[in-house]
């Protein structure tokens, strides 16, 4: 019995030490969005440009999916990032009916910058830390990785299961 709250009391502890970690790196982000790109994106609009970096061509179906959002959001948040200059559409190479999604040359330069930007900052705050926090952060936030993948491919299959 002792194991289960000794156990529960970890979890609980983990996930307020992660939404603390999460708050600081959405202060960490803000600090740094005067430095952003002229094109700065909502935080939907920059998932779904993590999306085409991952799994591009996507169409827009997929990508709804992916992201959990209705087909016409999609639509609109695509209007919006093409209109910026972050994606393009192209006719389906299987489909005459459907559109793949692409990063442009612009959409994956500010992927990258951001992700320059975001890493700098990490790392001036990770210097910080002592060799051994440091690999315990590493391990920690790997295995946190594994989970999480672990849990969205459970609910890929069950959400396949239920359909």
Same mark, same amino acid.
């Given at each position: 019995?002792?194991?289960?709250?000794?156990?529960?009391?970890?979890?609980?502890?983990?996930?307020?030490?992660?939404?603390?970690?999460?708050?600081?790196?959405?202060?960490?982000w803000?600090? $740094?969005?005067?430095?952003?790109?002229?094109?700065?994106?909502?935080?939907?609009?920059?998932?779904?440009?993590?999306?085409?970096?991952?799994?591009?061509?996507?169409?827009?179906?997929?990508?709804?999916?992916?992201l959990?959002?209705?087909p016409?959001?999609?639509?609109?948040?695509?209007?919006?990032?093409?209109?910026?200059?972050?994606?393009?559409?192209?006719?389906?190479?299987?489909?005459?009916?459907?559109?793949?999604l692409?990063?442009?040359?612009?959409?994956?330069?500010?992927?990258?910058?951001?992700?320059?930007?975001?890493?700098?900052?990490?790392?001036?705050?990770?210097?910080?830390?002592?060799?051994?926090?440091?690999?315990?952060?590493?391990? $920690?936030?790997?295995?946190?990785?594994?989970?999480?993948? $672990?849990?969205?491919?459970?609910?890929?299959?069950?959400a396949?299961?239920?359909?």
């Amino acid at each position: 019995m002792h194991s289960e709250t000794s156990s529960g009391a970890d979890r609980d502890a983990a996930a307020c030490a992660a939404r603390e970690v999460i708050e600081l790196l959405e202060v960490l982000w803000s600090k $740094g969005r005067h430095m952003a790109s002229p094109a700065p994106v909502s935080s939907s609009q920059l998932r779904a440009l993590y999306v085409l970096d991952r799994d591009q061509p996507i169409n827009l179906r997929t990508l709804g999916e992916v992201l959990g959002s209705a087909p016409s959001s999609v639509s609109r948040m695509c209007d919006r990032l093409d209109a910026l200059g972050f994606v393009e559409r192209t006719p389906s190479s299987s489909s005459r009916r459907e559109l793949e999604l692409r990063l442009s040359s612009r959409g994956e330069s500010y992927l990258r910058d951001l992700r320059s930007r975001r890493e700098a900052a990490l790392l001036e705050v990770i210097s910080a830390m002592p060799p051994a926090e440091r690999a315990a952060l590493a391990a $920690g936030l790997s295995g946190f990785r594994v989970a999480f993948e $672990g849990a969205a491919t459970k609910a890929a299959g069950d959400a396949a299961e239920s359909a």
